[in-house]
């Protein structure tokens, strides 16, 4: 997890996978996030909730993505 965040405006905590890629067609960033990779992220937020004691707040899970060398980002809110 790169980021932690709230929107402050429905106060869901926002778990923030950051990928860069290159834009040499092979794939997109959100690609790397994978079944494995979204398994140990869920994991990893869990373990944060329960020791900011914020079991019972909503979360979700956003993918950003930059892309090289224009430094095209894009979000992808609530990826998995």
Excluded: Y
Aim: charge should be negative; charged fraction near 30%.
């Amino acid at each position: 997890i790169d980021l932690i965040c709230e929107d402050r405006s429905t106060g869901t905590i926002l778990f923030v996978e950051v990928k860069t890629r290159a834009e040499d067609g092979r794939g997109r960033p959100m690609d790397a996030v994978d079944s494995c990779k979204q398994r140990f992220l869920r994991l990893a937020a869990q373990q944060w909730l329960m020791e900011h004691d914020a079991q019972a707040r909503s979360a979700q899970f956003d993918v950003v993505e930059v892309l090289l060398p224009k430094m095209t980002v894009n979000r992808i809110g609530n990826a998995f």
